[in-house]
T-cell receptor
Framework: AQRVTQPEKLLSVFKGAPVELKCNYS??????LFWYVQYSRQRLQLLLR??SRESIKGFTADLNKGETSFHLKKPFAQEEDSAMYYCALLDRGSYIPTFGRGTSLIVHP | DSGVTQTPKHLITATGQRVTLRCSPRSGDLSVYWYQQSLDQGLQFLIQYYNGEERAKGNILERFSAQQFPDLHSELNLSSLELGDSALYFCASSPGLAGGFYNEQFFGPGTRLTVL
């Protein structure tokens, strides 16, 4: 069965510091991975997906199949990055998504 | 505002009861997804409909059912409610067929269900 693990419930950093939100997965096939973000009092929204290899709001995520990881990184955190971040994996056969438990990122001024 | 609406925002009911949650997708979106978010289980995918037909099924209990109507709105029916069903229920919509993840999913604000 597919599984997504976000080992940190809470990550607290200062503005300007680098940020890495960890995501590890287990999946037998070739995964489709995503990061979602939920800002305070806002809806859950897609941040980025690995297939597009994009950088959104300064965030990037690289799929490492050897380590089965899809960590989200940003070199210089901003206060407005404070939010809840969810890593998700899509089963390409059934199209069933699996979400991690989420990591709350707090960026202090 | 994602354009996805859900009603009601809050629902308080008793064990054993049945409730219906409603979701209206963004205009033009054919896929609707239902999720349950609780402290115990995190965010769990329940079910997906595409243009009126069930497309994918996740960890949805037999006491729960859903449907998508011709006007594309969807309803999630929860019956024989238990205390553990208390959670935030989200729906999301997307234009596409392929699980919605090749097309971005747009989430609604959620319905908070409290079972007493």
């Amino acid at each position: 069965a597919q599984r997504v693990t976000q080992p940190e419930k809470l990550l607290s950093v200062f503005k300007g510091a680098p940020v890495e939100l960890k995501c590890n997965y287990s999946y037998s096939g070739s995964p489709e991975l995503f990061w979602y973000v939920q800002y305070s009092r806002q809806r859950l929204q897609l941040l980025l997906r690995h297939i597009s290899r994009e950088s959104i709001k300064g965030f990037t995520a690289d799929l490492n199949k050897g380590e089965t990881s899809f960590h989200l990184k940003k070199p210089f955190a901003q206060e407005e990055d404070s939010a809840m971040y969810y890593c998700a994996l899509l089963d390409r056969g059934s199209y069933i998504p699996t979400f991690g438990r989420g990591t709350s990122l707090i960026v202090h001024p | 505002d994602s354009g996805v609406t859900q009603t009601p925002k809050h629902l308080i009911t008793a064990t054993g009861q049945r409730v219906t949650l409603r979701c209206s997708p963004r205009s033009g979106d054919l896929s609707v997804y239902w999720y349950q978010q609780s402290l115990d289980q995190g965010l769990q995918f329940l079910i997906q409909y595409y243009n009126g037909e069930e497309r994918a099924k996740g960890n949805i209990l037999e006491r729960f059912s859903a449907q998508q109507f011709p006007d594309l709105h969807s309803e999630l029916n929860l019956s024989s409610l238990e205390l553990g069903d208390s959670a935030l229920y989200f729906c999301a919509s997307s234009p596409g067929l392929a699980g919605g993840f090749y097309n971005e999913q747009f989430f609604g604000p959620g319905t908070r269900l409290t079972v007493l």
